[in-house]
């Protein structure tokens, strides 16, 4: 069952919450659990019921300003003590993926009971941003294009250093508005490599993305080498989310 929330900005938005869950293998991606540990499932109705503490996410100002909403989709794991233990952002624009990551890891379940105790367990959560301006004007048709030709993408300043790696894996890492990698996605490599890569990346410094004078948070794509870790460049996302 969705929660819709509801806010005077300019105008107003709404952040419509989707629940789901699914019965998968549990990709070896950023965790310490077997490559093949079981996932339980759960109904959305259900996850909805076990949620005791939503965070609601800001609709970011500089998204306001600049037109952009949309769904931002994130993959979330719950532990057996019913705290988010993973969420990564799936696809959104990289404003309101921020936003709405902050939101979702502070979200607290009531843990999942099974016949074994309690249980870890996967879902799907969509966060959506709408404006709904009050004034009756057209929205430009192409916002997120409008935004991306004004931002300068983020830097890698410094990783690491160590011996060339003879593998690497590609990530698109989301960077944060203070130079940080608060989430990352692997594109390409050895499956089981991406723990590894994530967790490197995450040391990384970066020189924000650029809006004007004002920093923001946007997607980059790098190699991450696996085995050593020399400071590596990427090329910003060409979709920009």
Same mark, same amino acid.
């Given at each position: ?8 900005? +300019? ?22 659990? @077997?490559?093949? @540990? ?8 259900? @996850? ?53 990551? @902050? ?94 890569? +994530? ?43």
């Amino acid at each position: 069952m969705a929660n819709l929330f509801r806010r005077s900005a +300019q105008g107003t938005y709404a952040l419509t919450l989707v629940l789901g869950c699914l019965s998968v293998t549990l990709p070896a991606v950023g965790q310490s659990a @077997s490559p093949a @540990s079981k996932v339980h499932l759960i109904d959305s109705k259900m @996850s909805s019921k076990l949620l005791v503490q939503q965070v609601k996410p800001e609709y970011p100002s500089v998204a306001k300003l600049n037109f952009i909403q949309g769904r931002v989709r994130m993959r979330v794991m719950v532990t057996r003590e019913g705290r988010v233990g993973e969420a990564h952002v799936l696809h959104g624009h990289p404003f309101l993926a921020a936003s709405a990551l @902050s939101a979702v890891r502070r979200w607290v379940y009531q843990p999942l009971r099974t016949r074994s105790g309690p249980a870890e367990f996967l879902t799907v959560v969509e966060v959506v941003f709408s404006l709904h301006t009050k004034k009756l004007r057209p929205l430009p048709q192409e916002p997120e294009q409008d935004l991306k030709r004004q931002v300068r993408p983020p830097e890698v300043l410094e990783g690491p250093v160590g011996p060339a790696a003879a593998a690497s894996v590609r990530l698109r890492v989301l960077v944060s508005d203070d130079g940080h990698a608060i989430d990352s996605q692997p594109l390409a490599g050895l499956a089981a490599h991406f723990s590894t890569a +994530q967790k490197a990346v995450g040391r990384w410094t970066f020189k924000p993305a650029r809006w004007g004078a004002l920093a923001v948070p946007w997607y980059l794509e790098v190699d991450v080498p696996v085995g050593g870790w020399p400071p590596r460049g990427g090329a910003a996302d060409p979709a920009g989310g």
